[in-house]
């Protein structure tokens, strides 16, 4: 898994020395055969978002930030910087490096929710610990959000943002009504806004078992081949297509 660290100063030559100290950071981790890579070292904060923008794409971003930056920046300094940083990715690990002690009581104002507040030092070999356990403490974050984001499913119901175990979901359907779904849970089920090819294409772990269902395979009870009815473990039955009734029994055969 890649991890994608980005540092930024206003200061260049303190930029360059948290970047070092990083680096040898990296060596110890290596041992663990963990590989993060110092992507971007920036002095201002429009260099870190044009970075950000330009790779929408990264995941698993952890941020060195010094908390004051140059009071001329159009960001308004590390405090907005990190508060876009996590709109931009809401995962992106969040670590101020600064000698303003007393603006910590800020980033809680705020609601950043830092990872860490390390306060610059002297003494090298106190920052380079520090550094290299926050460093392990934020991919261990990471590693947590992304399995946790790989097991649950998502879905929203009105202003509420409802998170349910993929182990516990049967299936999900369509409704006579368009564009509703319905979601067959263990504990119960209930209906939300949606499409069924759209959780297709960002939920992997469903099986399309008909234009009009995504099914969870490991709570499928037994498959009539005859009828082409699956029936799942509350007694429910849902009708698959033809289509796609070899690659359902051979997926089915191989999860028992």
């Given at each position: ?89 809401e995962k992106a690990q969040i670590i101020f490096i ?53 097991n649950t499913f998502s879905y929203k119901v009105g ?98």
């Amino acid at each position: 898994m890649d991890y994608h660290l980005l540092v930024c100063d206003d200061d260049r030559t303190q930029a360059k020395n948290i970047a070092t100290l990083l680096k040898m950071s990296l060596i110890i981790l290596e041992e663990q055969d963990i590989h993060p890579t110092i992507d971007l070292i920036a002095t201002d904060a429009e260099s870190v978002l044009d970075y950000l923008e330009f790779n929408s794409d990264l995941n698993n971003i952890i941020a060195f930030l010094d908390i004051q930056l140059d009071e001329n920046s159009s960001s308004k300094g590390g405090l907005d910087l990190a508060q876009k940083i996590k709109t931009l990715n809401e995962k992106a690990q969040i670590i101020f490096i600064t000698t303003h002690e007393e603006l910590a009581f800020l980033t809680f104002q705020r609601r950043i929710n830092p990872l860490d507040y390390i306060t610059k030092t002297t003494n090298q070999r106190d920052l380079q610990r520090r550094l290299t356990e926050t460093l392990e403490l934020a991919i261990r974050k990471l590693n947590e959000f992304n399995y946790i984001k790989k097991n649950t499913f998502s879905y929203k119901v009105g202003t509420r943002i409802i998170n349910v175990n993929f182990s516990n979901i049967l299936y999900i359907s369509t409704t006579k009504f368009p564009h509703k779904l319905k979601i067959v849970t263990s504990n119960g089920q209930g209906e939300f806004s949606g499409d069924i090819k759209t959780i297709e294409q960002n939920y992997s772990m469903f099986f399309k078992a008909s234009q009009s269902s995504l099914i969870n395979l490991q709570n499928v009870e037994t498959i009539n081949t005859k009828k082409r009815l699956i029936k799942f473990s509350n007694n429910d039955y849902l009708k698959y297509s033809r289509s796609r009734a070899k690659e359902l029994n051979n997926l089915y055969k191989s999860s028992q």
